[in-house]
C-alpha cells in the first residue's frame, strides 16, 4: 500500500464523515490489560494508619543516599525497625522504583525483621524495580529465593513483569527466553500470557521478534483474535501497514471471530500507515459484517485528522460521534486541543475543555498543559497562573511539566515574587521537586541579574534532599559564579557536594571543580527531562 500524504490524507477525512451515516454501539475497549503497569493495591490487612508521609521520605532518602554496596544501609534502617509495616514497604519502594540494587537490600533487610510478611505486591514491585534498574541476573536470584522458601507463589503476572522489564530494556531475545522459562517454574504458558509478551514487545517497537516468535508458536497454541490484534496494531505503530494488513488477512483466513476490536487495530494501523482511504474502505464494510463501530473507531479517524493538521475534519468526526451519543474518551480530546493550541486557536481549546466538563469526561493534566504551554510560550502570566488555579478548582494535580513551565516563564518575566510564592505552594501541595525542577530554578536564575545568590541557593537546596543535579546544571552553575569572580563559592558548593550521603553526588562534586573528565556520566543524569529548562 502506497504511503499518502498529508494533503491527501486530509481531503479523504474530510470527504468520510460528510456523505456517509454511520452509527456506533459500545465505548472504547482496552486492547490488553497490563494491571502490573498501574499502582499496585496492598493484599496485607490493613494498618491502624496509613504511614506518613515523613516516614516514607525518610526511608526513601536512606535508599537514595545509601546506593553502593560498601554503604551500610542496614544500620541506617535499624532505627525504622518498629515502624515497618507492609503498606509502608510498598510505598517506599513505589517511590523508589530507580534504586534497584538499594530497594532490593531494603526488602531483604525488611523480610528479616521478626514477624514481618511481604505482601504479594511486594515481591511483584520489587520484581518490576530490578527491572527497570536492568538487574535481571538478582531478578532469577531472587526467583530462585522464592521458589526454595515458597514464600510468595510464583504467578504468571511475575513473568509479565519480567516480560517488561526485558523489553523495555531492549532485550526482545531475553524477554522470549523468559517466556519459555516459565515451564521451570512450573507454570505452563497459556494463550493469555502470549498475549501478554506479545504485547510489551510491540509496545516497545520490537514488533519483528514478536512476529517471529508468534509464527514459530502459533501451532502450538491456539491464537485468539486479541493475539492477532496485538500484531496488527504493533505493526501500525511502526508504521508498517503492509505488514499489518498481512496479519489482519491471515486471520480472516484461520477463521478467527473477528469483532469491532480486531477491526479498530487494523483501521489505526493504516491511518498510522498514512493509508487514510484504505482505512475507510475497511470502515464501510464493518456495518455488513455485522459489526457497529464504537468510540474508539472513531477517534481513530480524529487522530488521523489532528497529526494531518486537519482541524476541520477532526471537528466534523467529533460532530457525528456527538448525534449518535458516543462520547471521546480524554486521549481524543486532547489530540483536538494540542492541535487547537498548536495552530494559535486558544479560544476553542477553552471551548473544547469546557465541553468535556459538561459530558463528564474528567480532563487530565496533559489537557491543561497544552494550554498552559501556550500562554507560558507567549509570557501571559495572568493567563497561566489563572488555568492553574482552574486545575484546583477541578481537582487535576499539577505534574512536573506544569511547575517547570510555569516557573521558567514566571523567572522569564522577572516575578520573582510569584516565582517564590509557586515555590511555596508547590510543595504545600506534596509535590517533590526533581532534578529538572531544581534545573528550572538554577538555570533560570543564573540567567538574572543579580539572581546568582538565589541559584546557589536552590542548587544547595538540592544536595541537601540528596537530588543528584545534572551535569550541565553544575557546569552553568560553576561557570556562571567563576565568570563573575568568586570561585570560593565554587569549592564552598563543591565541599558540601563531597560531604552529601549520596555518592552520585559527591562524584558530580568532580564537576564542579572543573574535572568533567573524572566522571563518566549515566544516562539518566543527561536525560530528556533537560529540555524543560
Avoid at 491502624?48 to 560498601?70: F, G, H, K, V, W
Avoid at 531475545?173 to 502470549?194: E, H, Q, T
Avoid at 481513530?300 to 489532528?306: R, T, W, Y
Avoid at 558540601?496 to 544516562?523: F, V
Amino acid at each position: 500500500m502506497a504511503i499518502r500524504s498529508f494533503s491527501h490524507q486530509t481531503k479523504t477525512i474530510n470527504r468520510l464523515f460528510t456523505i456517509t451515516t454511520l452509527s456506533s454501539r459500545s465505548p472504547n475497549p482496552k486492547l490488553i490489560s497490563l494491571h502490573f503497569l498501574k499502582p499496585f493495591s496492598s493484599q496485607s490487612q490493613p494498618s491502624p494508619a496509613p504511614p506518613s508521609t515523613q516516614l516514607i521520605n525518610d526511608i526513601s532518602r536512606i535508599l537514595s543516599d545509601y546506593r553502593s554496596p560498601r554503604h551500610d544501609i542496614v544500620s541506617a534502617l535499624t532505627p525504622f525497625s518498629p515502624a515497618i509495616t507492609t503498606d509502608l514497604v510498598e510505598q517506599v519502594l513505589k517511590r523508589c522504583n530507580n534504586l534497584g540494587f538499594s530497594a532490593h537490600r531494603f526488602f531483604l533487610w525488611a523480610k528479616n525483621l521478626p514477624n514481618f510478611v511481604h505482601s504479594k505486591d511486594s515481591y511483584h514491585i520489587l520484581i518490576d524495580i530490578l527491572g527497570r534498574s536492568k538487574q535481571f541476573p538478582l531478578i532469577w536470584d531472587f526467583l530462585g529465593e522464592i521458589k526454595d522458601s515458597q514464600s510468595c507463589e510464583i504467578s504468571s503476572e511475575i513473568f509479565w513483569v519480567i516480560f517488561n522489564g526485558y523489553s523495555r530494556a531492549n532485550l526482545p531475545s531475553d524477554a522470549i527466553r523468559a517466556f519459555n522459562n516459565m515451564v521451570d517454574y512450573g507454570i505452563k504458558p497459556s494463550v493469555n500470557d502470549l498475549d501478554q509478551l506479545l504485547y510489551v514487545l510491540c509496545k516497545r517497537r520490537h514488533v519483528r521478534e514478536a512476529q517471529l516468535f508468534f509464527d514459530k508458536i502459533k501451532h502450538e497454541y491456539n491464537p485468539s483474535v486479541k493475539s492477532y490484534s496485538i500484531l496488527v496494531r504493533g505493526w501500525g505503530y511502526i508504521g508498517e501497514s503492509k505488514e499489518a494488513q498481512k496479519v489482519f488477512d491471515e486471520m480472516l483466513v484461520r477463521g478467527c471471530c473477528v469483532d469491532v476490536h480486531a477491526y479498530n487495530s487494523i483501521l489505526e494501523s493504516l491511518c498510522k500507515g498514512g493509508n487514510v482511504e484504505e482505512a475507510y474502505r475497511l470502515f464501510r464494510g464493518m456495518r455488513s459484517k455485522g459489526l457497529e463501530p464504537d468510540a474508539f473507531t472513531y477517534s481513530i479517524f480524529i487522530h488521523a485528522a489532528c497529526n494531518a493538521n486537519d482541524v476541520h475534519s477532526a471537528f466534523r468526526v467529533l460532530d457525528r460521534m456527538k448525534r449518535y451519543n458516543l462520547v471521546p474518551n480524554v486521549f481524543t480530546y486532547n489530540a483536538i486541543i494540542n492541535r487547537l493550541c498548536k495552530n494559535d486557536k486558544i479560544d476553542e481549546a477553552y471551548q473544547l475543555l469546557d465541553e468535556m466538563l459538561e459530558r463528564e469526561v474528567k480532563p487530565d493534566v496533559w489537557s491543561y498543559n497544552a494550554i498552559l504551554a501556550f500562554h507560558c510560550n507567549r509570557l501571559e502570566v495572568n493567563m497561566a497562573t489563572k488555568l492553574v488555579s482552574r486545575m484546583d478548582q477541578d481537582s487535576c494535580d499539577p505534574d512536573r511539566h506544569t511547575y517547570n513551565m510555569l516557573l521558567k516563564m514566571l523567572i522569564r518575566v522577572g516575578r520573582f515574587d510569584r516565582v517564590t510564592a509557586q515555590w511555596e505552594k508547590m510543595e504545600s501541595n506534596g509535590f517533590h521537586p526533581s532534578a529538572s525542577t531544581y534545573a528550572v530554578m538554577v538555570h533560570g536564575l543564573c540567567r538574572k541579574k543579580g539572581k546568582l545568590e538565589d541559584a546557589c541557593r536552590y542548587f544547595e537546596m538540592m544536595v541537601d534532599d540528596g537530588i543528584p543535579p545534572y551535569s550541565s546544571t553544575c557546569e552553568l552553575l560553576r561557570n556562571k559564579i567563576i565568570g563573575l569572580g568568586f570561585p570560593e563559592q565554587v569549592d564552598i558548593l563543591a565541599d558540601k557536594m563531597e560531604r552529601s550521603t549520596s555518592c552520585t553526588i559527591q562524584d558530580l562534586s568532580s564537576i564542579m571543580r572543573g574535572n568533567r573528565k573524572d566522571i563518566k556520566l549515566t544516562k539518566e543524569e543527561d536525560s530528556s527531562e533537560e529540555s524543560d529548562y
